[in-house]
């Protein structure tokens, strides 16, 4: 299947902003730590949930960025200043330790995510799969497959449905789940397969896809070897892990491990 590709300044105004906090670090060496956190772009709800009470809880405050896991995986293989990676499919925190950018022991799993169709509940009543080959939706929004997990899982359901083939003209590659999510709230697209994570938020319709239509997202998370603060990556770790941390990932439609 064909992909098209959607030309976008983010990844070098993600980078830049790594870099910059990045040097700010540097120069403030010894004084309190701010922790950076680059997160798949599924996690905007749930980790902006989990920023007051770990600082509360710690003391520690949280920079993050959030994006395609696909694009941060490159931005730390080249050394943008990470303290901690979560990653929306464990692959790229694999492909981190084999390529010697993380330690292996910082590995933890610690959610799997659900894909949706999302879509306006007043124009369309439901959706599942044939409704997406229906003249009345033209564009279906997914994150660009090439890198990000959640964009991966939509095409694997749709070849997995036997609609690959009539989807593919409409489809409209954005650069990670957040922004294919932004398409359907703003009706740039008709239609999005997303994250579950991030569609009760937006106050349209959504129906859960079934599991087994692609392979499980198996999310986790990690410290890159350039972490500065690894003492608060561990921390802020421990807390996505802990009882109040799964509460919330819960909360916001993740599986717990």
Known sequence: MKWNKRKTASLAIGLAVLVAAGCGNNEGAGEEAELHVA????????FSAMEEPFTE????????????TGLMTQQIEEGAPVDVFAAAHESYIDRLIEGGHMEEETKAHYANGLIVYLYDEEKYGEMDAETLVEEDVQTIAIANPEHAPYGQAAMES???????????EKLVYAENVRQAVQY???????????ALALAEETGLGYTLIEDDSHEPIVQAVGI?????YEEEAE???DFVLSEEGREILEEYGFELP
């Open 235 to 237: 921390r802020f770790i």
């Open 57 to 68: 809880e710690t003391g520690i405050d949280v920079t993050f960025n959030f994006g395609s």
């Open 39 to 46: 997160a798949a772009a599924d996690l905007y709800d749930a």
């Open 184 to 194: 359907v709230e703003t009706g740039e697209a008709d239609a999005g397969v997303v």
């Open 158 to 168: 749709f070849e997995a449905h036997e609609v690959e083939e009539e989807v593919d």
């Open 224 to 228: 890159p070897a350039q972490a500065e």
